[in-house]
């Protein structure tokens, strides 16, 4: 491992274990890990070089580091935190753009314009494309309604994520091959439950 990504992973690991409220359980060290893993298996298979790996595998390490900071603006919240990193271990100023930019298109609202882009996107919420989406959901649920975001019925939630995953799409190819299928299940499956709810 790249050692700026090794004390990248060290100095996360540490801020998510001693500093992040226990309410958070779904952003919390586990998803950081598998975003981690997921931008590791995208970016391998996306013909990127090492230097633009090792910008992701940072950017996934930093990318919700924020929440520690409280949830509404967590991902400003974020690049602060990166950018501080970063300008204290001396990493190249030009790469630490695009690392928070990177990040930034974590936030659903903002559009990927490159590959790098594209794959901490993907990365981000890879889960829709799984079994165990609907596992990442209640947990998501749970959070918010924890937190005070939102309290939603059974009924309102199945609505929320049918329009989630109906609106969300994969951005890279590789995603869209090995995931996209999984994604349709989902929403398949969504189809059905809203079927049998009223909200």
């Known amino acids: ?25 779904y952003h919390n060290l586990s998803h950081t890990l598998q975003v981690v893993d997921n931008v590791d298996e995208i970016g391998r298979n996306s013909g990127i070089t090492d230097d633009e790996l090792e910008m992701l595998h940072i950017s996934a390490w930093f990318h919700d580091s924020g929440f520690i900071r409280g949830y509404k603006g967590h991902e400003r919240k974020s690049i602060e935190i990166a950018d501080k990193f970063l300008n204290e271990y001396e990493y190249p100023p030009e790469k630490t753009e695009i690392i928070k930019k990177i990040i930034s298109v974590t936030n659903l609202e903002n559009k990927p314009v490159n590959i790098l882009e594209k794959i901490i996107r993907d990365a981000d919420i890879l889960h829709m ?54 994604r349709q299940k989902n929403i398949a499956y969504l189809k059905s439950l809203r079927q049998n709810s009223t909200v």
């Open 129 to 182: 494309g799984k079994e165990r989406f609907f596992e990442k959901s209640f947990s998501l649920k749970n959070e918010w309604e924890t937190v005070g975001v939102k309290k939603f019925t059974d009924a309102e939630w199945i609505e929320s994520n049918y329009s989630f995953l109906t609106r969300t799409v994969f951005f890279t190819d590789y995603a869209k091959s090995k995931y996209e299928e999984g």
């Open 1 to 25: 491992m790249d050692e700026v990504v090794k004390k990248a992973s060290e100095y996360v690991t540490g801020l998510l274990t001693n500093n992040l409220s226990s309410e958070y359980i």
